[in-house]
């Protein structure tokens, strides 16, 4: 019983000693001693803004006794306890938010697209620049608002992804401004020849009809045409010449333009010997130069002869360079036999025209020397292995050749008139 009357004196006596100190903390220590005591405050003074809190004052004075030790404010309180401030209008505009800091400070945070110390201004972005050939629609430029470009008649918009453009919070506008591009280039009518337009932004394409080119198709590379050409011809005459007639082409030209025609020959038919023509026909267009050609190729040769059987005990001779127009051959014999009687050593065996070799009997084997009747005045060449000495037998058909009377075979062929080009057939060589 006696702890608990000892708590709650001590616990009066905190009190009473927060009293004191709460109630006189502003007060001198010559408080009492100078008999002070306090006037009333004075009236609030005028708020320093309008909204977004502003600040006032008033200030009281203290009464003291007039008496040595007692000579001012500060010998009855504090300098701080004879005035004293608040906020005041602490108001924003368009939904902004009052913030304090401190008991004596405010200020006003603003929404998005508003700004001042009271939030009182709407952000605005200003006039929209102007684009060429065309124009905006929207009044409003403040913020969030948009406004969207458009382009005149015949013109299009050759990025339209920045038709629109909206007013940011820091007052300028989002985006680039677009471009207008004249896009009917195609009324008047630039394409030529029967090209097709096509409009295109700030241009035009043309689509050249065929033997046209060119921006505007202005250019032509049309070359000349022919109906026809003549296909190649192999003819197999039994006469050294042979009369041949073809339907010349007919050249023109689609765009009207003049032509010219060259040839090789000049009538449609000729006398063609043995060999390959070629029957040329070019068509020129002067105005561009270009130029078409028919070419067509006439071969004439003669029928060919079975190929002749090389000699028992002997070999054949033959040319082998232009076999479609001419077969030479001759006959030689193994050592020891001879030409059969009545086959002249300097006999040269052709093919004729007609398809038969001339003479048309030649013999089939040479002959047993010892088996003649008598020898001959003319000693024809002999050799003892024919697949040996071929190249010493060519030799002698190429001599042989050209002092026959087809010596033009030659005469005619210098680069192919050689041992290397003669062909031997060989029979087997005779048993000693």
């Known amino acids: 019983m006696q702890n ?3 708590n709650i004196f001590l616990v009066s006596i905190f ?25 009333d405050w004075k009236s609030w003074s005028s708020c320093t803004a309008t909204c977004g809190g502003g600040k006032q004052e008033r200030i009281r004075w203290v009464r003291f006794n007039d008496k040595p030790g007692c000579n001012g404010f500060e010998d009855c309180a504090t300098n701080d306890s004879g005035w004293d401030n608040r906020i005041c209008n602490a108001n924003c505009e368009n939904g902004g938010t009052i913030k304090t800091y401190g008991s004596t400070s405010a200020y006003c945070r603003c929404k998005t697209g508003t700004k001042g110390k009271c939030c009182e201004q709407i952000v605005t972005c200003g006039s929209p620049s102007t684009i060429s050939h065309g124009t905006y629609t929207g009044t409003s430029f403040s913020y969030n608002r948009k406004i969207t470009y458009h382009c005149n008649s015949d013109y299009n918009m050759t990025n339209p992804w920045r038709a629109v453009r909206t007013c940011s ?22 394409c030529k020849n029967g090209g097709i337009c096509t409009n295109m932004l700030g241009t035009y394409r043309c689509s050249c009809s065929k033997g046209w080119t060119g921006r505007n198709c202005e250019t032509d590379i049309q070359p000349p045409i022919y109906d026809h050409c003549p296909t190649n011809k192999a003819i197999l005459v039994t006469t050294m010449t042979t009369n041949q007639t073809w339907t010349e082409p007919v050249f023109t030209d689609p765009h009207g333009f003049g032509i010219e025609i060259s ?40 029928h060919q002869c079975k ?13 082998g360079w232009k076999e479609q127009y001419a077969r030479v051959c001759k006959f030689y014999c193994y050592s020891g036999y001879d030409l059969p009687p009545g086959f002249k050593p300097d006999t040269v065996i052709n093919c004729g025209a007609t398809g038969k070799w001339m003479p048309s009997n030649p013999f089939s084997e040479c002959i047993l020397m010892n088996l003649l009747p008598s020898a001959r005045d003319v000693v024809t060449p002999k050799f003892n292995n024919c697949l040996a000495e071929k190249t010493s037998i060519a030799e002698t058909y190429i001599r042989d050749l050209k002092r026959s009377q087809f010596n033009a075979l030659c005469v005619d062929n210098l680069d192919f008139c050689n041992d290397r080009n003669v062909s031997i057939t060989c029979t087997k060589a005779p048993v000693e």
Request: proline content about 7%; aromatic content about 16%.
């Open 263 to 302: 040839k090789n020959y000049q009538n449609s038919s000729f006398e063609f010997p043995w060999g390959k023509f070629a029957i040329q026909y070019i068509a020129t267009k002067p105005s561009n130069g270009m130029t078409k050609e028919c070419t067509f190729w006439i071969t004439v040769t003669p």
């Open 307 to 319: 190929p002749l059987q090389a000699p028992k005990h002997g070999a054949i001779a033959c040319n």
């Open 15 to 39: 009190l009473l000693f927060c009293e004191i100190n709460y109630c006189c903390a502003d007060r001198a220590a010559t408080w009492d001693a100078c008999g002070c005591s306090w006037h």
């Open 169 to 190: 919070q820091w007052g300028y506008w989002t985006g680039s401004l677009p471009t207008c591009e004249y896009a009917v280039s195609c009324n008047s009518n630039p």
């Open 4 to 6: 608990r009357n000892e």
